[in-house]
C-alpha cells in the first residue's frame, strides 16, 4: 500500500482503537441495542421468495416468452399433480375420482381439480379415440369373450364364473381353450395370493382389452391448482397438508392397493425450500458450534473466543438487517448467506486476536496492544474487506438475480464485519483483557506448527516446482469441468416430488419435457403443428385438434358391432344369490373338468390347466379344513380378488359404446381451457424425440423448434435459456472479479511484483480447484457458481496478509524466514480452518445445489490456504533472493 495512504490509514486507526476504548461500555451498549433492534426488525419483516422463475432477471427474452405462457394458461403454474398407482386400472380410477371429487368441495384451498385421464368426456368417447386397426383388435377380443362377460352379467358371482369356465374347459375347440388361457392363469394367481393372504385383484378391463398385468394403463393424475399464500414462507403448505390428509381419510394406500404420490412445480418447490431451509439452518447451528471449538483451540483463550463470537453474532444480526432492508426476502441461494459470513465473518476477529495475543506476550501493555493490533493487521482488513467484497459483487450486474441477491447481501455484509471488527472488538478487548491471563499458542499445537514451518522453509524449491508442475496439470484437466443445465439435479433427490417427477419424465408422462407453441390464429395454428411434426427431433405433437377424433365414420361401425355383439346391458344380475356350497360346488366342478382334459391330453393350454388344477386342488383341501364362518370368508376374498372389478368395467364398456360422432364444439371447457386460451391464444406441445437429459440433444430440439417457432416456450427453452445465462453470468463474474482484484492490488500495493505474488498463487489454488472438482465428479450448476468468483475474493486475503506482514518483516529488519510462525500465518490457517468448517457443514445438505456449493468453497478454499502458506513464501523468498543478487 502507498506509504502516506498506509501511514493515514495506520493514524486512523490507532486514534479509532483509542477513542473505541476511552468509550468501550457505551460503545457495548450501543452495539447491543442495535443488534436487539436488528434482530427484531429482520424477524417481523423479512420474507422468502420461493419462485425459482425469479432466479433470473423477468427482461430476459425467454422469461417474456414464458410470462405470456404463464398468463394464456395459468393453470399450468404452481401445480400439484397428484400420481395415483393401482393393483388393476379400475382400483387407480376409481381412487383418482374418489379423491377429486372430496377436493372439488374445497375451493378456499383449490381453485381448480382436473382429471387428465379419468374425465367423463374422455372416458365416454374412449374408443374413438383408439387407433383403427387396436379398435378392431378389440372389437374381436370382445367377440371371443362375449359368452364369459353375458353369463357373469347376468350371475357375476364365483357360482357364475367358474361355471363359465367349467363350459369353456369341457369344450375340446383349441381357439376357445386358448381364449381362456389367460383367464386360468389370473384365476390361479388369485388363488395362490388367496391362501397367503397377500392382496390381488383381477383387471377385467385388462382382460377386456387383452393386456397383461404388467401394462402402464394402472395409473392416473389428479391435477390440482391451488390458492398459493406467496407471504408465507411455505405457500402450498395448506393445500399440501389438506391433500395428504384426504388421501388417508380415503385409505388410499398399499394395503388397498394403492401408491399415491405429490409431485409437479408446488409440491417440488414445498420441498425443495424445506431441504434448503432445513440445511441452511442446521449448517449455520453446527458452523457456529465447530467454529466456537476451534476458536478454543487457535486463540488459546476463552475470553477472546467470547470476544469474537459477540462480534460475530453482533454482525450477523446487522448483515440480516441490511438484507432484510436492502432486498427484503431470502431466495432458494441467498438464504446460504448466513452459514458464508459465519465463515468469513470472523476471519477479520482472528487477524486482531492473533496480534493482539502475540503483541501481549512480546510485551506490549494490554492498554496499547488493541491500537497496535489495530495498525498492524487493520490496513490489510480492509483491503481484504474490499476484495473480498469484489468476489460477491461482481454477480450484482448480472442477469443471475438468485446470485446477483446473494452477491448484494454478503458483499455488503463484508463491510459491516470489517466495521463491527474494528469497533466492537477493541472495546471488548480494553473491557475484559485489562489483568486478565493470556497464553501462547498451545505448546503442542505450537510445536508442531514450528516443525512444520521449519520443514517446509526447507524445501523451496521442490515447492516451487510442484506448484509448477500441478498447475500445468490442471490445465489439463480444466476444459473437462461441464455445467449442469437440469434444475431438478439441485434438490434432494431422495425428496417424493424429486423421484416422481424423474420417473414421470424417463416415461414422457409429463409436459416438462415438451415446448409449447403459442399461436393466436386457428389456421396458423393447424399449419404450424403440421410443420413442427415432419422435425426429426420431434416425438409428436398435441393440440385441441388431436381431440377430435379421426377416422369416426369407420370407427362408429365397428363399435355399433360390438354393441351387437355384446347385447343388452344386463349388470344387475338376474340370477338368485348362490349359497356357500354351491359357489364351493362351481369350484369343485371346474377343477374336476380340468382333471378330465388333462387326461385327453389334447389341450394346447395343458401347462395352465394343469397348474390351476393344482392350485384348486390345494384349495379344496384347506376349504374342506376350516368351520363355516372361515370358509365364508375365504369365499368373499376369493370373490372380491376375482370379481370386484367386473361390474364397473361392463358398465364402462356399455357407456363407452354409446359413444357418438365428436366435434370441435363437443369438447368441454374444462378440457378445452387446457389448449385455448380465454383470449384466443392456442397451445401446442411438442414432445422430443431424443432423451434431452443429454444436453446436446437439448439443443438440437431446441434449435430445430425455433427454426420454424422461434417464440417457442416451456421447460426445454427455459432449462437451456437459463443455464447459458448462468455460464455467461458466471464468465462475467470470474472476469470482473479477476480484473477489479488486481485494479485494487495494483492501486493500494503500488508493485506490479506484490500484486503478482498475491495472485499467483490464488490463481493456482482455483485451477486445482476445478482440477480436483473434475476428479471428484462435482459440475458447475446454478447454485455453485458463485465459488470462483468468491474463492477470488477470498483467496486474495490471505496472500495480502502474507504479503503485508512479509513486507513489514523486512523494513523491521526481522528474520523474513519465520514468517511461516508468525502469528498472520496461524491466523491464515485459523482463519481457513474456520471458513472451511463453515463451508463444509453445508456439503451435507439434502438439497443438492447447497451441498455443491459447500463441497467446491470447501475445496477452493483448502487449496487457497495450502498455495498461500506453502507456493506464496518459495515465491517471496525466490524474489528476495533475486533482489539481493
Known sequence: MHKSLSDALRTGLWWWAGFTCRYAGRVLLMAAILSGASLYYTSTHLGFDTNSNDMLSSDLPFRKAYQVFEQAFPQYLNNILIVIDGDT?????????????????????????YLPRANAFLEQHALLYLKQDKLENLSEAIARIQPLLGTLGSDPSLRGLFSVLKRAVNEHEHDIQADITPVLQRIRTAIEKNMQHQRYQLSWEDMVQGNDESSANRQQFVLVYPHMNFGALLAAKPAIQSIRATINALHLDAEHGLKVRLTGSAPLAYDELISV??????????????????????????????ISLICLIAGLAFSAAFATLAIGHLNLISVAFAVLYI???????????????????????????????????????????????????????????????????????????????????PALLCLWMKGAPISAAPGRVAQGFTRLCQYFSRQKNSIRAGALLLGFASLFLLPQMHFDYDPINLRDPHSE?????????????????????????????????????KLSSVDKTISIFDFIPRQQADKLAIIDDMALILGPENIAGTETPPTLQQQFAAIQALDEALVQSLRR?????????????????????????QNTLEQ??????????????????????????????????????????????????????????????????????????????????????????????????????????????????????????????????????????????????????????????????????????????????????????????????????????????????????????????????????????????????AFLNHTANMEKS
Open 89 to 113: 386400472p379400475e382400483t387407480a380410477r376409481a381412487a383418482a375420482k374418489r379423491l377429486a371429487g372430496v377436493l372439488k368441495q374445497q375451493p378456499e384451498l383449490f381453485e381448480s381439480v
Open 277 to 306: 431451509s432445513k440445511g441452511a439452518k442446521a449448517a449455520a447451528i453446527l458452523a457456529l458450534i465447530m467454529v466456537s471449538l476451534l476458536l478454543t483451540l487457535g486463540l488459546g483463550s476463552l475470553r477472546l473466543v467470547a
Open 343 to 425: 465463515g468469513l465473518g470472523v476471519d477479520y476477529a482472528i487477524h486482531l486476536c492473533l496480534r493482539y495475543r502475540e503483541l501481549i506476550n512480546q510485551g506490549t501493555t494490554p492498554a496499547l496492544a488493541p491500537g497496535q493490533a489495530m495498525q498492524d493487521v487493520g490496513g490489510s482488513l480492509v483491503l481484504c474487506a474490499l476484495t473480498t467484497a469484489v468476489g460477491f459483487y461482481c454477480f450484482v450486474p448480472t442477469d443471475y438475480t438468485g446470485i446477483s441477491e446473494l452477491g448484494i447481501i454478503s458483499g455488503t455484509s463484508m463491510f459491516i464485519s470489517l466495521i463491527v471488527s474494528l469497533t466492537l472488538l
Open 497 to 533: 416430488s424429486v423421484t416422481t417427477y424423474k420417473e414421470l419424465i424417463a416415461r414422457h408422462s409429463i409436459s416438462p419435457s415438451s415446448i409449447m407453441l403459442l399461436v393466436r390464429d386457428r389456421e396458423k395454428a393447424h399449419e404450424l403443428e403440421k410443420r413442427i411434426k
Open 601 to 625: 391330453k389334447s389341450i394346447a393350454a395343458d401347462n395352465s390347466f394343469r397348474a390351476l388344477h393344482v392350485a384348486l386342488r390345494t384349495f379344496i383341501d384347506k376349504f374342506k379344513q
Open 632 to 873: 365364508k370368508d375365504t369365499l368373499n376374498q376369493l370373490q372380491n380378488s376375482l370379481l370386484s372389478t367386473f361390474s364397473a368395467t361392463l358398465s364402462s364398456l356399455y357407456a363407452a359404446l354409446q359413444t357418438r360422432a365428436v366435434n370441435e364444439s363437443d369438447i368441454p371447457d374444462s378440457l378445452r381451457r387446457r389448449w385455448l386460451s380465454a383470449d384466443g391464444i392456442w397451445r401446442i406441445e411438442v414432445t422430443p424425440k431424443p432423451d434431452i437429459r443429454n444436453i446436446n440433444n437439448l439443443r438440437r430440439f431446441v434449435a430445430d423448434v425455433r427454426s420454424i417457432a422461434p417464440d417457442a416456450t416451456g421447460g426445454p427453452v427455459f432449462t437451456l435459456e437459463a443455464g447459458d445465462v448462468v455460464i455467461h453470468a458466471f464468465t462475467q463474474a470470474s472476469m470482473m472479479a479477476l480484473t477489479l482484484i488486481l485494479l485494487l492490488l495494483l492501486i493500494l500495493l503500488r508493485s506490479f511484483k506484490d500484486a503478482a505474488l498475491v495472485l499467483f498463487p490464488l490463481l493456482l489454488a482455483a485451477a486445482l480447484t476445478g482440477a480436483a472438482a473434475v476428479l471428484l465428479g462435482i459440475p458447475l450448476n446454478f447454485a455453485n457458481v458463485i465459488a470462483l468468483p468468491l474463492l477470488l475474493g477470498i483467496g486474495v486475503d490471505n496472500g495480502i496478509h502474507m504479503v503485508q506482514r512479509y513486507r513489514q518483516m523486512q523494513s523491521r529488519g526481522e528474520n523474513i524466514h519465520q514468517l511461516l510462525a508468525s502469528s498472520t500465518s496461524q491466523a491464515i490457517v485459523l482463519s481457513a480452518l474456520t471458513t472451511i468448517l463453515a463451508f463444509g457443514n453445508l456439503a451435507f445438505s439434502a438439497h443438492q445445489g447447497t451441498a455443491s456449493m459447500g463441497q467446491l468453497l470447501t475445496l477452493g478454499i483448502l487449496f487457497t490456504m495450502l498455495c498461500t502458506l506453502l507456493v506464496l513464501p
